[in-house]
């Protein structure tokens, strides 16, 4: 045998062994995907608990009935392939997927979206947001192995709208009955796209793809997950954002503060989306039971003379549109007024002297009565409200008022003050994809009514566009609610709230439904 012979085939074993080994190496897997959290929630139950947070994640571990498309608003195929409504509005029947499985190996049926509704509604459970979001609901039950009913007890307009969110979605019934409400949270299952690993309180959430997922919507662009595995770590601490990113830490992350996302939009590793968030503006409710914001005068004062324009500069870097009253323009704008309020301190100075509140002896405090002009203002602590206020006492004080200024530390300690109503006004705003969500917040028994304002009118007109299944009139209702807001001035509207996006440009760009904060993970992968 010669050399070059011999050296051929040893050459040869070498690449054949080389071939073997690698076959039998274990094959990279799909990168794992940091996410960064800006609230950590107190509950990630979607069916118990009510924050917009535990969305994030938790969008992608279950599918939901109806899906609304992000840009038409139009409501989609998802568990239900098809609806009826009857005629009344009192029934909703949903023919259901025959192929959907659970990630703990049970079927989806019929029967287990029945137990889903009976677990959001049961008393002992205490849904903070779930329970409401089904209205006047009266029972679901099995018509058919994979026929759903719901019956209500009136007609409830929003009821796609919130059959379409993850508050809503559809959870394994075995799993329910297993973990019950205390300890579901550590140990969801549901027929998303991702699986539910792990919740470690204040620490991280951890998902990971479900291989057999094989019934997305249509919302969706991929038909499976590339990603194998999502860690969303927590990040409450605005200054602490776009620090995460340069560190390495996430690859993406919202609600990053407007001068450090237009810092980073100007460095090629990172690309900045705004995203529009629909519902209520960052708003301040004024109290219509507390002098001297009981006065109209005064609360259409206030109003005047505050530059919204100036703040949304100052504070969001004109990232965000001046809010034009009680609902966002996205998706509200054929709602909303053509323009938004403009400040004007000569028209507030001169209500309050109409209003009799005068600076009697110039020591640049208007007062009535002998009692100086008081505002007592308190705000949460989350959405730039601490920022907003302070330049609220600003504009208020040169106006002549004293301002007494309360960050709360959190929503309870902001419900409990609401309550006391040892207040001027108050920073408040919920979410949501349908004007429905104003009723909580002007029905004069509304949960949130903490302008206090009381009006027959604006109560039967908030009842009927609940019930109201015609959009042309449903729309001409939430004018008219609009309208009656703003002529009582129960509120200070500033910005529309959009949620500033900042992530890595080896991440594909990412996509959200409808509802705006929620992430479709399924459609994100690492660009090669």
Known sequence: MNVSFKAATVITIILILGLSIASCQPQPTPATLRYGLTLAPSGLDPHIHAS?????PLHSVYDTLVVRHPESGEFLPSLALHWDISTDGLFYTFDLRRDVIFHDGSRFDAEAAVANFEYIIDPDHNSQKAAAMLGPFKQAEALDPYKLQITLEEPFSPLLDSLSQVYLGMASPDALAEWGPSEYQFHQVGT???RFIEYI????IVLERYANYDWGSAIYQNKTATLERVEFLFYEDEATRALA????EVDIIGEVPPQD????SQDSAYKLLTVPIPGQPLQFFFNTAKSPTDDLIVRQALQYAVDRSRIIQTIFGNLSPVAKGPLSSYPFATLMPDHAQVSDLAAATSRLERSGWVDSNGDGIREKNQQDLMIDLIVPP????PETAQLLKVDWESLGAVVNLEVVPSFGTLKQRATEGNFHAIGLNFFGTDPDLLRSFYLSDGVYNWSKF????LDGLLRQGAIDRDMAMRNDVYRQVIDLISAQALILPVRD???LIVYRSSLSTPQFSAQGWFPHLIDLEFES
């Open 52 to 56: 917009a947070e535990l969305g994030i």
């Open 192 to 194: 998303g796209p991702y």
């Open 201 to 204: 309180p204040n620490d991280r």
């Open 245 to 248: 990113l340069e560190r390495g």
């Open 261 to 264: 996302a237009l810092r980073l």
């Open 382 to 385: 989350w959405g730039s409200n």
């Open 454 to 457: 009381q009006s027959d009118q």
């Open 497 to 499: 709230y959009v949620n």
